[in-house]
């Protein structure tokens, strides 16, 4: 079972940054989604979840209109579209799975956790 983000980088404020994360071991489409990130010195938080079904989503208030979770079960994969970024976005961005059909923000409930990848927002 493994889940391996891509895509972070270092990106100007105001800037784009499109996160993919690729599973293999196992079906995603059994899976609610959720994206995570960690910023130093900061507990981990929830930023946006998506459901299995019927794609219902929630975002944390800080990124809500900012950023877009979506998932291509056909390629076992979702993404984390993020636009207007700002330098309080740096973190380290995590995705990470829930066996059923809804999503959580909440660290616990997380079945398996990808590696991370880093997103730096700075000029």
């Known amino acids: 079972v493994q889940l391996v983000e891509s895509g972070g980088g270092l990106v100007q404020p105001g800037g784009s940054l499109r996160l993919s994360c690729a599973a293999s071991?196992?079906?995603?489409?059994?899976?609610?989604i959720s994206w995570f990130r960690q910023a130093p010195g900061k507990e981990r938080e929830g930023v946006s979840c998506?459901?299995?079904?019927?794609?219902?989503?929630q975002y944390a208030e800080s990124v809500k209109g900012r950023f877009t979770i979506s998932r291509d079960n056909a390629k076992n994969t979702v993404y984390l579209q993020m636009n207007s970024l700002k330098p309080e976005d740096t973190a380290v961005y995590y995705c990470?799975?829930?066996?059923?059909?809804?999503?959580?923000?909440?660290?616990?409930?997380?079945?398996?956790w990808g590696q991370g990848t880093q997103v730096t927002v700075s000029s």
């Open positions: 071991g196992f079906t995603l489409a059994y899976y609610g």
């Open positions: 990470a799975v829930r066996w059923g059909n809804i999503g959580t923000m909440v660290s616990n409930e997380i079945d398996y």
């Open positions: 998506i459901s299995r079904t019927d794609g219902i989503t």
